[in-house]
């Protein structure tokens, strides 16, 4: 029992999956940031070129 206790604590794999977990989630919400910030100038591009093409 006292093996298993210390293999237990000495195990880092469980923190290893939660910092992958946490920089997936960062560059998930650096990613989302910028569609959200450059998706209205690119929305606004599509349509002044729809606009140009409709004359």
Known sequence: M???LSRFANDNSGATA???GLI???I???II???NTL???VNTAFQ???TN???
Request: charged residues 10%; positive net charge; proline residues 0%.
């Open 53 to 55: 093409m409709a004359r």
């Open 28 to 30: 998930a919400a650096v």
């Open 48 to 50: 002044t070129v729809n």
């Open 39 to 41: 998706g209205g100038s």
């Open 33 to 35: 940031l910028a569609v």
């Open 2 to 4: 006292k093996a298993l």
């Open 18 to 20: 939660i910092e992958y």
């Open 24 to 26: 997936a989630a960062g």
